[in-house]
C-alpha cells in the first residue's frame, strides 16, 4: 500500500484500520448515540444478502469448473480427475477415508459394494492404489497415505470364484486391502 504524503506505510494501515474500525463502532457524542442501534430486520437482510452473494459466487465459481468437497467444503478444479471422488457426492481424496467410514454403514449392501467397487477402480487410477490380498504383506502403517478394506473385485465379497473354487485374488477371504502409499519425499 503507498503511503500518503507525510505517513510511513505503517501509519497509513493504522488510519485505514481505525476507519474501518470507525465505521462499525456507534458513535456516542455528550453520552448520546449518533448513530442507531441496528435493528433485528436490518441484520437479517444483511445476512440474506450475503447468503444470495455466496451463492451466486459458488455459481461462478461452478461456471469456471471450480467445485467444493461435499465433506469438508474446500474448492477444488473439476478438471483434476484425482481431486475428487464423484460419489453422486463430490468428495476429496483427503476426506476420503472418513467419509468412506460413515457413508458405507448407510448403504444398502447392494448399493455399498457398487459404490466401493467404483471407489477402488478410482483409488487405483487416480492414486496408485494396491490391492493386497494377505493382511501380513501390508506396507508399515507409517508409509501408508490411504488404507481401505474391501470387498474383493474378483468374486464379489464370495471368496469363490466359479462355484467352488476358492478366489485367488484375495485367498478366499472375500476381502482385499487398499493401500495408498505415502509420497516419498
Request: with cysteine; hydrophobic share 35%; aromatic share 8%.
Amino acid at each position: 500500500m503507498d503511503a500518503s504524503p507525510g505517513h510511513s506505510p505503517a501509519a497509513a494501515e493504522s488510519l485505514l484500520a481505525d476507519a474501518g474500525l470507525c465505521i462499525l463502532n456507534v458513535y456516542t457524542f455528550a453520552g448520546k448515540q449518533t448513530m442507531p442501534e441496528p435493528s433485528e430486520s436490518r441484520v437479517e437482510e444483511v445476512v440474506a444478502r450475503h447468503e444470495v452473494d455466496l451463492d451466486r459466487l459458488k455459481d461462478a465459481l461452478g461456471l469456471l469448473g471450480v467445485v467444493p468437497c461435499s465433506w469438508c467444503k474446500k474448492f477444488f478444479r473439476r478438471s483434476d480427475p484425482g481431486a475428487l471422488f464423484d460419489a453422486g457426492e463430490l468428495v476429496c481424496y483427503g476426506c476420503i477415508h472418513e467419509w468412506w467410514t460413515q457413508r458405507c454403514a448407510q448403504l444398502s449392501i447392494k448399493d455399498r459394494e457398487t459404490l466401493e467397487s467404483k471407489l477402488v477402480f478410482w483409488l487405483r487410477s487416480q492414486h496408485h492404489a494396491e490391492i493386497f490380498k494377505d493382511p501380513t504383506k501390508l506396507p508399515e502403517s507409517s508409509q501408508q497415505e490411504l488404507h481401505l478394506i474391501a470387498n474383493c473385485l474378483e468374486c464379489r465379497g464370495t471368496g469363490k470364484l466359479m462355484g467352488d473354487e476358492r478366489c485367488r485374488y484375495c485367498e478366499g477371504r472375500g476381502t482385499v486391502w487398499v493401500i495408498v502409499s505415502r509420497k516419498q519425499a
